[in-house]
């Protein structure tokens, strides 16, 4: 998130929003209305009994059976009125169970939508479809957890609450949950940042990692409610005093990033990483001064295809390197022999760079030809010998004419693909004849001769 640029609706989407309103972690330690504060969740064994559920929104759910055990902690306590979200993660196959607005059951659960993720796969909810959450997102990865206090880092994105959303989502959500339709109203699974020069330092070193991950992995937008509410797991261990202090953080310190360069696939959650690639075509070229070649692309590791061109480093090229087109990859070589590398850049994050070597030459001499001999006197009915030298090609083929025709004719004599040219019977009229050879590797180049076919 750090390094994704920010999106043309930062500002608009931040007032809207809230930018005098504090960040709120809406989780700690201690109790409100007699439940605890935040979303729980539960690990399970791979052992852990199933249970069947039906939901209220049953097309968009994911019908079971569910691995959560029926005393399962509920968001806000067994009384809640609220979200009321379940949720477990089986840490032997590594699969997540999450249920919104969940009631035990003697045997099973009711619930408003249900989403069970396989946590090694990168596939998303089908288009459209609610989750536990309205975003369609699953709502585990995204909870601020004690435990990541411990270990010093905080590795993920963390989900967050505005008022009001557009009714639309942008990649990973798959869902959205509003019937706004203004631009000013932030989507679901928009991301926020916090910005890179907020200063960390004043708050405790509990906080710094917290502040550190609004900076490098940034909040996702999941859910209708309060403004910037953040969402974290209940535990005791938590210092509330101490989160507290978050609120001193406002909605202007934080910018919405464009994501759309880490997307590779918009039905996949994978997000392209360090091993984004960049392949040139061709790799090397031989051009000639003042000549143009195409080069082109190929970014692997991120959807964005998008480059920029450069030549020994400079976008666009100059004069005593050449010129590149930035943007098309079309290179003009310059007017002098030299030999550069052209690189083309991908705008992905992170980004990457592939290249292609450039000789740059003169042009080569041009092909010349000539005959031999350059004149001769043949009697009627004999023959003469021509030779012709093309120089500066390998291909040293010619085309032999008597007057411009291909091979002669009886009229003013026949000549061989060999040079061998033979007089007509009679003195052709004037009897002053000509052939020519051309050559086939460029056919603008030709040497004649002059032939006098005599009667003796």
């Not at 201690?30 to 209220?56: C, E, H, M, R």
């Not at 999450?98 to 989403?115: D, L």
């Not at 502040?211 to 996702?220: P, Q, R």
């Not at 997000?271 to 692309?297: D, E, I, L, R, Y």
Request: proline share 8%; glycine share 10%.
């Amino acid at each position: 998130m750090d390094q994704l640029p920010v999106s043309p609706s930062s500002s608009t989407w931040v007032n809207t929003i809230g930018p005098a309103t504090g960040v709120h972690p809406d989780f700690g330690a201690d109790l409100w209305n007699g439940g605890p504060i935040g979303i729980p969740f539960v690990t399970v064994p791979g052992t852990q009994s199933k249970y069947p559920a039906a939901f209220t929104y049953q097309s968009e759910s994911d019908t079971g059976p569910y691995a959560i055990p029926l005393n399962a902690p509920v968001e806000g306590g067994s009384s809640s009125t609220g979200d009321r979200h379940v949720m477990s993660v089986d840490t032997n196959n590594c699969i997540l169970y999450e249920i919104y607005y969940a009631f035990p059951q003697t045997a099973s659960w009711k619930g408003g939508s249900g989403a069970i993720f396989n946590l090694q796969s990168n596939a998303l909810r089908p288009a459209t479809w609610t989750s536990a959450d309205a975003a369609g997102l699953p709502i585990f990865p995204g909870l601020l957890r004690f435990d990541e206090i411990l270990a010093g880092e905080i590795r993920h994105a963390i989900r967050f609450t505005v008022p009001q959303t557009q009714r639309a989502y942008v990649w990973p959500a798959r869902h959205y949950a509003s019937s706004l339709t203004g631009t000013q109203y932030p989507p679901m699974g928009a991301r926020f940042r916090l910005r890179a020069n907020f200063n960390i330092s004043g708050y405790s070193a509990s906080n710094q990692i917290i502040l550190t991950a609004f900076k490098k992995y940034g909040m996702i937008l999941a859910d209708n409610g309060s403004a910037w509410y953040l969402s974290g797991a209940p535990d005791s261990r938590w210092n509330d005093s101490d989160l507290h202090a978050l609120g001193n953080v406002k909605g202007s310190d934080f910018e919405a990033v464009d994501v759309s360069p880490l997307m590779i696939d918009p039905n996949s959650g994978q997000a392209a990483q360090a091993g984004v690639s960049v392949s040139v075509s061709p790799a090397s070229a031989s051009v000639q001064v003042n000549a143009q070649k195409q080069f082109t692309a190929t970014v692997t590791g991120n959807a964005n295809q998008s480059v920029t061109w450069d030549v020994n480093g400079t976008v666009g090229g100059n004069s005593a390197a050449g010129f590149i087109d930035s943007i098309t990859g079309l290179y003009t070589a310059p007017t002098s022999p030299v030999n550069v590398a052209i690189h083309a850049t991908s705008v992905a994050i992170p980004p990457a760079a592939g290249s292609a070597a450039v000789s740059v030459t003169n042009p080569p001499p041009p092909v010349s030809i000539g005959i031999s001999p350059t004149s001769a006197t043949v009697r009627v009915g004999k023959t003469k010998q021509f030779t012709a030298a093309v120089l500066n090609t390998s291909n040293t083929a010619v085309v032999w004419k008597v007057n411009g025709i291909t091979g002669g004719n009886t009229t003013v004599g026949t000549i061989s693909s060999g040079g061998l040219y033979r007089a007509p019977s009679p003195v052709p009229s004037p009897a002053t004849v000509t052939v020519t050879a051309t050559s086939v590797a460029d056919t603008s180049k030709s040497a004649s001769a002059s032939v006098t076919v005599s009667r003796r």
